[in-house]
């Protein structure tokens, strides 16, 4: 469910046309719902209510400011994998005792600003981790909070790049090393053992993968209560969201119609109940597509057509992967759809950036409505891993981010300048050298 509707041929985010958004602020140019991430918010903590779970927005989704803000003010915690996701949250008013900070490769540095902002707990993920855990806890004179990330050893069914709980994963204690390395963290006058975390991956449809996962999980969590007392147990993200029929799927009927649903929040809270209830520790949830997957759209403009032999069309558009690397890195589907419904027919389309890749498209032979230069296109279900993961290949400035909250409209991301591919970089000359002692941060 979300704030994106089609209108007499128009399509509108909350109480505003899209297309006036893109007039006033130009392409290309993501666009937030604000009460698309709240609803999904509200509707998560209600299917969960019977567990009252903590949750920790996952940052890397979507890691701009406002929408830091609107889930802090909303109760959120924030799950955490690097400095600069602390910094970020700090920022924007997030409270570091309800974030958990995470990740394979954590600095001593970044363990340092951890444990100075006081996180609620380091997540551990493997046992050279927690030795320099210990030792910056040492140098800074306090206890480190930590839990383990346990790999359940299960396939979670979902892309390659983005299924983490598999054997040969990077992430995560297996799970046969589980019991030994606790052991070795209660050993520790400087650790302090609060708890214990596993993540499956990342877009996963389907519950069988969390209650496999849960069949070996809860005896061990259990066990770790009894050993320690643990106070938490994390469960990770990955909850997928629809990226098909983006426009459909964000109504009622459509789930209705639907076979075999996706797993909704609900059916999930429902399926896994029972398995949690009796273990009496905390549950925490980590998601990140979930609340803010299809609360953004990327909205780009066609520059050319071009036709090739046969009579498909090429749609070449001023978004690239730079803006959305989706669909280059992954191969990941999302819908298409027209700011304006021309009701020119449909055509058999590819949709393509600018860069200088052949991996550069949002769409391949797609049936969708006729396009021109100069009309605007919304690329869907763009909230999630969208921003966070543009960068500036072929120096192109990154786009600028826009939230609507009913008829209001904040920019909450400038578009980036030309000088802003520059900041910070500097030419061999004597006199670019001699700016170093001054500008370097
Ligand atoms: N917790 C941990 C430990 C994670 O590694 C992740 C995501 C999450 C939570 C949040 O997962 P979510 O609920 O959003 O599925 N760039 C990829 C997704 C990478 C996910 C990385 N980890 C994509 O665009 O599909």
Redesign the pocket.
């Known amino acids: 469910m979300h704030q994106f509707r089609m209108e007499n041929g128009e399509l509108w985010v909350e109480e505003v046309p899209v297309e006036e958004l893109a007039e006033r602020y130009g392409t290309p140019l993501y666009v937030y719902s604000a009460r698309t991430v709240e609803e999904h918010y509200d509707r998560l903590v209600e299917a969960w209510k019977g567990l009252n779970p903590m949750i920790?927005y996952?940052v890397?989704?979507n890691s701009n400011r406002a929408i830091l803000e609107l889930l802090a003010a909303r109760g959120s915690g924030f799950?955490l994998?690097s400095g600069g996701e602390l910094f970020r949250v700090l920022r924007a008013g997030g409270d570091p005792q309800k974030c958990t900070f995470?990740g394979v490769g954590k600095t001593r540095r970044e363990i340092q600003e951890a444990l100075e902002a006081g996180v609620l707990a380091l997540?551990v993920e493997s046992e050279q981790e927690l030795l320099r855990i210990e030792e910056v806890a040492g140098r800074l004179g306090c206890r480190a909070p930590v839990a383990l990330?346990i790999n359940p050893e299960v396939a979670p069914g979902t892309?390659p790049?983005?299924a983490?709980a598999v054997k040969e994963s990077k992430?995560g204690i297996p799970y046969s090393a589980a019991l030994a390395v606790y052991e070795r963290a209660a050993s520790s006058p400087r650790l302090q053992i609060k708890g214990v975390?596993m993540?499956l991956?990342?877009?996963?449809t389907r519950m069988e993968p969390f209650e496999e996962a849960l069949d070996r999980m809860v005896p061990l969590v259990s066990e770790l209560k009894r050993r320690y007392g643990i106070s938490f147990f994390d469960l990770?993200?990955?909850?997928?969201v629809v990226y098909e029929e983006a426009l459909a799927s964000g109504k009622r009927e459509w789930w209705e119609e639907q076979a075999t649903p996706p797993a909704t929040p609900r059916m999930l809270a429902e399926r896994l109940e029972g398995k949690l209830a009796s273990l009496d520790v905390r549950i925490f949830l980590?998601?990140?597509?979930?609340l803010v997957?299809n609360a953004g759209i990327l909205v780009t403009e066609v520059q050319y057509v071009k036709e090739l032999e046969g009579g498909k069309e090429i749609v070449i558009v001023d978004a690239g992967m730079n803006d959305l690397?989706?669909p280059a890195?992954?191969g990941?589907f999302h819908e298409v759809v027209p700011l304006r419904d021309r009701g020119a027919g449909y055509k058999l389309l590819d949709v393509a950036g600018p860069i200088c890749e052949s991996g550069d498209f949002f769409a391949r032979n797609r049936w969708l409505p006729a396009l021109r230069q100069g009309d605007r296109i919304a690329i869907m279900t763009a909230g999630?891993?969208g921003f966070s993961?543009a960068c500036q290949y072929n120096s192109r400035p990154r786009a600028a981010e826009v939230m609507v909250r009913g008829r209001e409209v904040r920019v909450v991301r400038l578009r980036e300048t030309y000088q802003d591919l520059v900041r910070g970089e500097r030419g061999w000359q004597k006199e670019d050298a001699r700016l170093d002692g001054g500008l370097a941060d």
């Not at 991956?201 to 996963?204: A, L, M, R, T, V």
């Not at 990770?236 to 997928?240: A, D, I, Y």
């Open positions: 920790l996952a890397k989704a799950d994998v995470a997540i990330r892309h790049k983005i983490t992430f975390q993540h991956g990342s877009q996963i990770g993200g990955g909850f997928g980590e998601p990140g597509r979930l997957g690397m989706r890195l992954y990941a999630a891993y993961m």
